[in-house]
């Protein structure tokens, strides 16, 4: 449109060039004619009036000949230079350059016409080219807008959902969607320019309610992947009809009412304390049966004690004999003993039993 008007002006200028400087062509012959008609000075004329017709007949002259210098100036010289300038500015209004992760879209009068590529390009001087951006761009839906990195658009806040319960669910979330090159100028011509606005937070929000309404409260932290990925499969194939891939979707973060974070707050609290009494409850029991095991220990080795003891008096018994007996009680007698009482009736060799077993 720029280009339109300054077109129209320099033809402007160029016609109003031209017709000062045919004006001013026809002025300088005019005053040429004129000096040539002149009257011859006379004979009769003395010097004074002669020199003064001279001079003014030598002004004329030049003054037809600026004139005619003014006219070729203007009437030439002011076309040609206007035209010169035309050109300079139309390379300028048909050159472009589109950067990189962007594409053209080429408006005509208003209206789209096509796309171009990144890059310099060179576009008819009567259209216009807006880049749009086929980057990877991030939108945040968040109640903590001072948090969110600076290359992240904040978009909307919190997203208000509820649970099969009808439990408010609030969840924080972030959006990348990629718009595809090819099909800018659909997208541009059929949504617009503010297709984010027009398209994204809408769907979001209804997304996000029609998948966690299928969960149990208790179940959507938990379910906090499987949520995602319906999600996010949901949105793709909504926005793919306009062309906007959905690359990522980001629960950063999910929230309950105030009621009901108390009430598992409470919960986590009661599940704690009864860990913790089990593990007490453990911890008696291993000792009770570390206590079980070192008294069965200790049982068995005295009954294995009291086995051996058994078994050793059985083999002594078994390897008794009498002279086994005797030798035993000599060997208990003392090695200063010279004289030995021997009970009447008996012999030489003494009874050792008699010995072993005095009798009291």
């Known amino acids: ?53 001279k001079s003014d007949l030598d002004r004329l002259e030049d003054l037809a000949n600026d004139k005619n210098l003014i006219a070729k100036v203007v009437g030439f010289g002011g076309p040609i230079t206007l035209a ?14 589109v950067p990189a992760g962007h594409v053209g879209v080429v408006y005509e009068f208003g209206g789209i016409v096509a796309q171009t590529g990144d890059g310099p390009q060179w576009v008819a001087p009567w259209r216009e080219v807006t880049n749009a951006t086929v980057q990877v761009r991030s ?36 959006l990348d969607i990629q718009v595809s090159p090819r099909d800018v100028q659909i997208l541009y011509r059929t949504v617009g320019s ?30 906090r992947d499987e949520i995602k990925a319906e999600v996010e499969e949901r949105l793709d194939a909504e926005l793919d009809q306009f062309s906007i891939d959905v690359v990522a979707l980001l629960i950063e973060n999910i929230s309950f009412s105030e009621a009901f974070q108390q009430s598992i707050d409470s919960k986590q609290i009661a599940t704690q304390e009864a860990a913790r009494a089990e593990e007490l409850i453990t911890k008696a029991e291993n000792e009770a049966l570390a206590v079980i095991a070192e008294a069965e220990g200790v049982a068995g080795a005295l009954v294995a004690e009291a086995e051996g003891k058994a078994e050793a008096n059985r083999l002594i018994t078994e390897s008794i004999n009498p002279l086994l007996i005797q030798w035993e009680a000599v060997q208990k007698l003392a090695d200063d003993i010279t004289i030995a009482l021997l009970p009447s009736g008996e012999g030489i060799i003494i009874d050792p039993t008699t010995l072993l077993n005095p009798q009291e």
Do not use: C
């Open 139 to 174: 939108f945040a839906f968040t109640n903590n807008p001072n948090e969110v990195a600076k290359d992240v658009t904040v978009l909307g806040s919190g997203l208000d959902s509820f649970s099969i319960e009808t439990q408010d669910v609030f969840i924080n979330a972030r």
């Open 84 to 97: 010169i300038l035309w050109v300079i500015v139309t390379f300028v209004f048909s050159f472009h350059q």
């Open 1 to 53: 449109m720029l280009w339109i008007i300054f077109t129209i002006l320099i033809a402007i200028a160029v016609a109003a060039s031209a017709l000062v400087g045919g004006v001013v062509k026809r002025l300088s012959d005019r005053d040429k004619v004129r000096a040539k008609t002149a009257p011859e000075v006379s004979v009769e004329e003395d010097d004074y009036l002669s020199a003064r017709r």
């Open 194 to 223: 503010d297709y984010v606005n027009q398209l994204i937070p809408q769907r979001v929000s209804q997304a996000f309610k029609d998948v966690t309404v299928q969960y149990r409260t208790v179940d959507i932290a938990p379910a």
